[in-house]
């Protein structure tokens, strides 16, 4: 459970940190609210109390049953400090170092992680004052959430929106992560399934749904990792804070990773590529005839394969989801693939295989094996990127 302190500025964005809180109080998190007198002009505050079950802080001045000097208790609680919305206002204040309410007050007295969500008018956001500010922010180590461009309140189209609630929630979850074992490191995943055309209107393809390529990019970010993820064609969102490539065949995932493998320090191949592909894709929709149909495959390249032989500083680690005769095949898969690590998961176990939120593994390495307890895909994958942490560092934990 983590702590956040959401600090709300008078922006029209206002409403959209109520559900902010509500999703990081659903995720376990405590959280407790402060807002400025124009937030309130917004949104009650008994709206966020009623979400996050504590009283909201308005007034530095107001009296204080506990006994707390709350604009230096509350930044001194707080492991995360997130102002969503902040406006330009907040933004010059902070920049300057003014504390003249509760807010500006509890974020200078305030020494965790701090996370800046800018909200406003384009012109007010592209104003070389607030950029100005904001570089002084960065440069302080605030983390900026860059705003969404569209459709603003006032009526005018550009960047300055408040991002959907999910990239805020990850943006506040990743500044909870503390130390960043991985900053400076470059990870490449591949996720998802592969699509091999038949036609213009079939193709070949597998139940993949990404789920566990997209947790690995998630906790490598969180880590402090700059992450690539190419990604398959999947019903999932793009993970915040990370580059999405899309691929669609085995041979267009083939092209991307030689492209990029050799800037990379860590690599996992977690899509579930198409071992075949039609020999040649019909320009036009195949009509039906006969009773029977043949159709000719040939072999798609083994990326894996090619990454354990081209590599050189990369840690690469792989996956082997097997039906049957699961550790001997996934043994071999590491021996044959020369990578660090094979993640093995059978497709017929209970919590185990494409759909599901969780994973039962066994972590194989050349000269250990680790069998792994049923677990979420996000533990999983921080379980991934701690073990190859440590084979980097000969086998030490970080
Ligand atoms: N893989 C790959 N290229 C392929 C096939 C698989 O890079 N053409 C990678 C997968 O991303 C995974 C690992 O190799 O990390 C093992 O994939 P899997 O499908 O389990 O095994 P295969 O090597 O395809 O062998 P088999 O189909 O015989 O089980």
């Given amino acids: 459970m983590k702590k956040i302190l959401i600090g709300v500025t008078g922006g029209i964005a206002a409403y959209k940190a109520c559900d902010l809180v509500s999703r990081l109080v659903k995720n376990g998190d405590e959280v407790k609210v ?16 009623a979400l996050c079950h504590h009283p909201v802080y308005t007034d530095t001045f107001a009296t204080s049953l ?42 200078l007295a305030a020494t965790c992680a701090k996370v800046i969500a800018p909200a406003m008018n384009t012109h007010m956001f592209e104003n070389p004052a607030t950029q100005r500010n904001l570089a002084i922010l ?20 550009g960047k300055g929106k408040l991002p959907d609630v999910e990239d805020l929630f990850e943006a506040v979850q990743a500044a909870a992560v503390w130390p960043k074992p991985l900053q400076g490191k470059r990870v490449l995943i591949s996720a998802g399934p592969t699509q091999e055309a038949i036609d213009p209107v079939r193709y070949l393809t597998n139940h993949s749904s990404g789920k566990m390529g997209y947790a690995l990019a998630r906790q490598a970010y969180r880590l402090g990792a700059e992450v690539t993820l190419l990604s398959g064609p999947s019903a999932l969102r793009a ?11 085995a041979n267009d995932l083939f092209c991307l990773v030689k492209d990029r493998m050799d800037q990379a320090d860590y690599i996992i191949m977690s899509a579930a590529v198409g071992d075949y592909r039609a020999s040649e894709i019909a320009p036009n929709k195949i009509k039906k005839h006969d009773e029977q149909m043949c ?10 394969q090619y990454i354990g032989e081209h590599r050189h500083q990369q840690i690469v680690c792989g996956f082997a989801m097997e039906t049957e005769h699961l550790l001997e095949n996934a043994k071999a898969k590491l021996a044959k693939k020369n990578c660090h690590m094979i993640v093995a998961n059978h497709l017929k176990q209970a919590g185990a295989g494409f759909q599901t939120d969780t994973n039962v593994a066994t972590l194989i390495q050349p000269d250990e ?10 533990e999983l994958a921080q379980t991934i990127l701690l073990e190859m942490m440590k084979i980097e560092n000969g086998g030490q934990a970080c």
């Fill in 369 to 378: 094996q680790k069998a792994l307890p049923l677990m979420s895909k996000d």
């Fill in 295 to 304: 159709l000719t495959l040939v072999k798609n390249p083994d990326i894996l």
């Fill in 239 to 249: 993970p915040y804070g990370v580059t999405v490539l899309p691929f669609v065949s």
């Fill in 66 to 107: 506990d006994g707390e000097i709350h604009h230096i208790s509350l930044g001194a609680w707080a492991d995360v400090f997130a102002i969503v919305p902040a406006t330009a206002n907040i933004i010059a204040k902070l920049a300057h170092g003014l504390a003249d309410d509760m807010l500006s007050s509890t974020m």
């Fill in 138 to 157: 960065r440069n302080d180590g605030m983390q900026i959430v860059e705003p969404a461009s569209g459709h603003l309140a006032c009526g005018d189209v």
């Fill in 34 to 49: 402060i807002m400025t007198d124009n937030a309130c002009r917004f949104v009650q505050p008994a709206t966020f109390e």
